[in-house]
């Protein structure tokens, strides 16, 4: 079964550093998103990705963060400066265009734990 | 404002019992989908079920039931004979028409399940 790989599964940080988080969406898949997930809270959208740019983001993605489609494979999610609030769960998720089977439904990958010291 | 809400923090009930899970949704459009999704103790987002809104027919797969009720705004899951490995969080999401595009996901706060033997 297709699957959504994200990379690293943990990375632990200094505060103000930058970190690079990666996933490889479902090939065939045309969005793609970042949530993410602070301990024991609800998951939150962060952004999604179509057409080689981003179609929406939250109040979250500021300008700390962006987000690139380097291949046509990887999808990244950049955090220039981090901070100790960064900290959290990230998820990268991708979905089937409009009109494909499964359209609107996201395939979650396994989540990148950041930790920022 | 919340616009979806998961009432229930945590649920424990003993293996073999039945358990709902309760999502009520708020939305001004007339197109939106209903999801829920698992989150296990390893940490993934697993998809359980989407529903849009003119398609108001429970469902039924295996253990598991959704009960959609359009006029008081309710995507309710009902697990039967609950096992242990049902045991995870359980978040309900809404997905509205009116995004611009890219199907973004606005998550409840999830409902913790602990089902013991």
């Known amino acids: 079964e297709p699957e959504v790989t994200q990379t690293p599964s943990h990375q632990v940080t200094q505060m103000g550093q930058e970190v690079i988080l990666r996933c490889v969406p479902i090939?065939?898949?045309?969005?793609f998103y970042w949530y993410r997930q602070i301990l024991g809270q609800k998951v939150e959208f962060l952004v999604s990705?179509?057409?080689?740019?981003?179609?929406?983001k939250s109040e979250i993605f500021d300008d700390q963060f962006s987000v690139e489609r380097p291949d046509g494979s990887n999808f990244t999610l950049k955090i220039r400066s981090t901070k100790l609030e960064d900290s959290a769960m990230y998820f990268c998720?991708?979905?089937?265009?409009?009109?494909?089977?499964?359209?609107?439904?996201?395939?979650f990958g396994a989540g990148s734990r950041l930790t920022v010291l | 404002a919340q616009k979806v809400t998961q009432a229930q923090t945590e649920i424990s009930v003993v293996e073999k019992e039945d358990v709902t899970l309760d999502c009520v949704y708020e939305t001004r459009d007339t197109t939106y989908y209903l999801f829920w999704y698992k989150q296990p103790p390893s940490g993934e987002l697993v998809f359980l079920i989407r529903?849009?809104?003119?398609?108001?027919q429970n469902e039924i797969s295996g253990r598991y039931s959704w009960n959609f009720q359009k006029s008081t705004s309710s995507f309710n899951f009902t697990i039967t004979a609950s096992q242990v490995v049902d045991s995870a969080v359980y978040f309900c999401a809404l997905r509205e028409r009116g995004s611009n595009s890219g199907y973004a996901l606005n998550f409840g706060k999830g409902t913790s399940l602990l089902v013991t033997p």
């Open positions: 090939s065939n898949h045309l969005y």
């Open positions: 998720a991708s979905s089937p265009g409009a009109g494909a089977t499964g359209a609107n439904v996201l395939t």
């Open positions: 529903r849009n809104s003119f398609d108001e």
């Open positions: 990705f179509y057409n080689n740019e981003i179609s929406e």
